[in-house]
């Protein structure tokens, strides 16, 4: 209520005597017109008159507010409402991803920035866990920038959460996750995907064993060498996830999954098949040693022998296969095992037929031409016992890139049939 400063003063007219002087009704009226504004103006105890404008209070303050939680936003509380956070907190409800709570004064309506903290009964087992405040929709509880929670993000019964709605995102934002969003290896699952992860230069943390399990780092190609070098029972799996710097952008922290980082091998599972689609990982020493892959086709390739290099037989870089084997010049370019006497090959490799031509001798068809006709032939004979065969030898003046006749003498000098023919050629094809 304003102060009130009189207007008249009724001293003059009383002392002034009668009749002339008298006091004036007008100056009373004035008076009291002025106190019953005065009176109309003032805020009642019972609290019947409302304010129409801002109350000062000079430096001061309400006291004896009431102790107990406000039944509406609109009431004015203690300092000790405020400290002892009764409006603010209260024992969460509902299930571990389902979260609901009630408040007082109850909360009707989401507003951005809204904070509220709730104890929780349990650990969240999903992603999206939501929260229900007061009889507002429920809305899903985030963390960092808007990132998925990951499970126990929310520790368990009696983690007090803080949680502040953000109506840009309309969810709840975790400020105090089990896991925060701030690139440590237990929240791997809300890191960036780098797909393009490979660089050696790229950093990865760990904890190391030999320094009481302190935090270090090390790079991409430190790490593919460590782990080449202490292979583990327990292999690790192309899903398994593991967090790195990356120096392409930065140093900015990116997580990928096992094959992510060997490039884009289908998986490590071991392959006992040896397919020639297979993929391998190597380093290009050409690109300083980038990581690369290439399959299991090219790498054959790279160390199998020509068919030069067989006839050469000088490297030792490059394994024979049995394509060019026969190549070298220790190998035999054919073998023969004949009946005499007849077009029977018993047994062979690299002869097409034999024919016997005449007594004591038998023509044989090379199925792989020499190079010319300067190659060696071995020839022998199996004969019956105390059989008079003095010699076996191919017969100088028929051989040719690709046929020969072979020839068994007895001891006069003449052909005479053997039982069994042998024969074996070594040159160049």
């Given at each position: 209520m304003?102060?009130?400063?009189?207007?008249?003063?009724?001293?003059?007219?009383?002392?002034?005597?009668?009749p002339?002087?008298?006091?004036?009704?007008?100056?009373?009226?004035?008076?009291?017109?002025?106190?019953?504004?005065?009176?109309?103006?003032?805020?009642d105890?019972?609290?019947?008159v409302?304010?129409t404008?801002?109350?000062?209070?000079?430096?001061?303050?309400?006291t004896?507010?009431?102790?107990?939680?406000?039944?509406a936003?609109?009431?004015?509380?203690?300092?000790?409402?405020?400290?002892?956070?009764?409006?603010?907190?209260?024992?969460?409800?509902?299930?571990?991803?389902?979260?609901t709570a009630t408040?007082?004064?109850?909360?009707?309506?989401?507003?951005?920035g809204m904070?509220?903290?709730?104890?929780?009964?349990?650990?969240?087992?999903?992603?999206?866990?939501?929260?229900?405040?007061?009889?507002?929709?429920?809305?899903?509880?985030?963390?960092?920038?808007?990132?998925?929670?990951v499970v126990?993000d929310?520790?368990?019964?009696n983690?007090?959460?803080?949680?502040?709605?953000?109506?840009?995102?309309?969810?709840?934002?975790?400020?105090?996750?089990?896991f925060?969003?701030?690139?440590?290896?237990?929240n791997?699952?809300?890191?960036?995907?780098?797909t393009?992860i490979?660089?050696?230069?790229?950093?990865c943390?760990?904890?190391?064993?030999?320094?009481?399990?302190?935090?270090?780092?090390?790079?991409?190609?430190?790490?593919?060498?460590?782990?080449?070098?202490?292979?583990?029972?327990?292999?690790?799996?192309?899903?398994?996830?593991?967090?790195f710097?990356?120096?392409?952008?930065?140093?900015?922290?990116?997580?990928?999954?096992?094959?992510?980082?060997?490039?884009?091998?289908s998986?490590?599972?071991?392959?006992?098949?040896g397919?020639?689609?297979?993929?391998?990982?190597?380093?290009?020493?050409?690109a300083?040693?980038?990581p690369?892959?290439?399959?299991?086709?090219?790498?054959?390739a790279?160390?199998?022998?020509?068919?030069?290099?067989?006839?050469?037989?000088?490297?030792?870089?490059?394994?024979?296969?049995?394509?060019?084997q026969?190549r070298?010049?220790?190998a035999?370019?054919?073998w023969?095992?004949?009946t005499?006497?007849?077009?029977?090959?018993?047994?062979?490799?690299?002869?097409t037929?034999v024919?016997?031509t005449?007594?004591?001798?038998?023509t044989v068809?090379?199925?792989?031409?020499?190079s010319g006709?300067?190659?060696?032939c071995?020839?022998?004979?199996?004969k019956?016992a105390?059989a008079?065969?003095?010699?076996?030898?191919m017969?100088?003046?028929?051989?040719?890139?690709?046929?020969?006749?072979?020839?068994?003498?007895?001891?006069?000098?003449?052909?005479?049939?053997?039982?069994?023919?042998?024969?074996?050629?070594f040159?160049?094809?």
């Open positions: 304003a102060a009130i400063t009189r207007t008249n003063d009724f001293t003059a007219e009383r002392d002034a005597g009668s002339s002087n008298v006091i004036s009704a007008d100056n009373v009226d004035a008076e009291l017109d002025q106190l019953v504004t005065a009176v109309n103006n003032k805020l105890k019972d609290g019947s409302t304010p404008a801002n109350v000062p209070l000079g430096g001061f303050k309400l004896g507010h009431a102790t107990a939680a406000p039944a936003r609109t009431d004015s509380v203690s300092a000790g409402i405020i400290q002892d956070n009764f409006v603010l907190f209260a024992a969460a409800g509902g299930t571990a991803d389902v979260i408040f007082v004064p109850n909360i009707t309506a989401l507003v951005d904070e509220v903290c709730i104890a929780a009964t349990a650990a969240n087992a999903t992603a999206t866990p939501t929260f229900a405040a007061g009889t507002t929709a429920a809305k899903t509880i985030v963390k960092g920038a808007a990132s998925a929670l126990n929310i520790a368990g019964a983690h007090n959460l803080r949680l502040r709605y953000r109506s840009f995102a309309d969810k709840w934002f975790l400020l105090n996750p089990a925060p969003n701030t690139g440590t290896v237990d791997l699952n809300s890191l960036t995907t780098d393009t490979g660089a050696l230069a790229d950093l943390p760990f904890v190391d064993a030999s320094e009481s399990n302190a935090s270090n780092k090390g790079t991409f190609a430190d790490l593919v060498k460590n782990l080449i070098a202490n292979a583990t029972v327990t292999a690790p799996v192309p899903a398994d996830k593991y967090m710097a990356d120096a392409s952008a930065g140093g900015t922290y990116v997580v990928s999954t096992l094959s992510g980082m060997l490039g884009t091998l998986g490590l599972t071991a392959d006992g098949t397919a020639t689609g297979d993929l391998i990982l190597t380093n290009d020493v050409s300083s040693n980038a690369k892959k290439m399959t299991l086709a090219t790498l054959q790279l160390f199998a022998a020509s068919a030069s290099e067989q006839e050469t037989g000088s490297s030792n870089a490059v394994n024979v296969t049995p394509g060019v026969h070298h010049a220790s035999a370019k054919f023969l095992k004949a005499a006497n007849s077009t029977t090959v018993n047994a062979s490799y690299n002869v037929s024919a016997d005449a007594t004591g001798r038998m068809n090379v199925a792989t031409n020499f006709v300067d190659w060696a071995i020839v022998t004979v199996e019956v105390g008079g065969i003095n010699s076996s030898s017969e100088a003046a028929s051989q040719t890139a690709g046929t020969f006749i072979m020839e068994a003498r007895d001891t006069a000098g003449n052909l005479t049939e053997p039982v069994t023919w042998h024969a074996v050629g040159g160049d094809q």
